[in-house]
């Protein structure tokens, strides 16, 4: 190209910076994939810095982890090319030449490639849906390995065991529900003195330990607390079938006063199976709906004594 036609190039376009790589083989041990190479020659020299004076990726990590002196680098498979530009470009820096890892790449549950897009694997999105941060962390520290993923791991347990070794390069699996499970199991190890939210609610001192040990065994996020401790405190909009009208008058004569605790559920059951002769679910049920408004949740043993309101018949 002449020098008048780079000139008009110049005047037409603004300038950016590439770096300039040497035709070489880089070559390193990866601490998940093993001895790799890549041959520079077949690849373009990389923009650095745009027209319009930004930095790039390429330039600003490499400049981050020399400033830092971050000595191990462990990121996804599809950066591998990316490994051999930037070794390139520390080599202009520093004489200290990071390790590097590369993991498995995750897919969804038929192997379609996860992207960057995917908006309800973002950190952001599983916040708002209450996914538990321990339960993420737990699912990172094994996804791609032969570790179990449905097991909920401490941190110091993750930090003793933790070993490239385990993982590989084979693409992954990321199944959402497991990391849901997993989000649910976090709380049948939390103490009540750990959430925050049980102050929110403003929940009194004297029942706040009783209702997390009931709550913990039935919510699924945080969140949740707050429709279950309304029920407790304002109660709910009995639900009744016509053939139970008559059961239920007999049961809430017969309800005991408070205060109550898990043996008052039990007493009153026994109660009422005497003066009614039911059995069963045809107890349960209808007293479950009646109290609740639900036909599901919590163990009406441990809910019963907290319930502040009880709906009239």
């Given at each position: ?146 570790k179990n993923t449905s097991k909920l ?59 997390w040990e009931m709550a913990k065994e ?61 059995q069963g679910k045809n107890i349960y ?29």
């Amino acid at each position: 190209m002449s020098e008048t036609k780079k000139n008009d190039l110049r005047h037409n376009r603004k300038s950016y910076w590439r770096f300039l790589l040497n035709h070489e083989r880089i070559e390193w041990k990866d601490e998940i994939i093993g001895n790799t190479s890549i041959d520079t020659a077949s690849l373009s020299d990389p923009v650095l810095i745009r027209a319009d004076g930004q930095f790039l990726y390429t330039l600003a990590s490499v400049k981050d982890d020399i400033d830092f002196h971050i000595s191990n680098i462990i990121r996804g498979l599809d950066h591998v090319t990316n490994t051999a530009v930037q070794i390139q470009i520390m080599k202009n820096f520093s004489n200290e030449i990071p390790s590097f890892a590369h993991h498995s790449l995750l897919t969804g549950l038929k192997g379609e490639q996860l992207s960057k897009r995917f908006s309800s694997l973002s950190v952001k999105e599983l916040r708002e849906e209450g996914i538990e941060a321990k339960a993420i962390i737990s699912l990172l520290s094994c996804l791609g390995s032969s570790k179990n993923t449905s097991k909920l791991f401490e941190k110091k347990e993750i930090l003793d065991n933790f070993s490239l070794n385990n993982f590989g390069s084979a693409p992954t699996k990321f199944d959402k529900q497991i990391l849901s499970n997993l989000s649910v199991k976090t709380f049948s190890y939390m103490t009540y003195d750990a959430v925050e939210e049980l102050n929110d609610l403003q929940i009194p001192e004297n029942v706040r330990r009783q209702f997390w040990e009931m709550a913990k065994e039935n919510i699924k996020t945080r969140k949740e607390l707050v429709k279950l401790w309304d029920l407790c405190k304002n109660g709910t909009i009995p639900v009744i079938e016509k053939e139970d009208m008559e059961f239920l008058q007999t049961c809430f004569s017969l309800i005991p006063d408070k205060p109550r605790d898990e043996n008052s559920w039990i007493n009153w059951v026994k109660e009422i199976k005497i003066k009614t002769g039911r059995q069963g679910k045809n107890i349960y049920m209808p007293l479950r709906k009646a109290l609740t408004g639900l036909e599901v949740g919590p163990d009406m043993k441990k809910l019963f004594p907290l319930l502040q309101k009880i709906p009239k018949i």
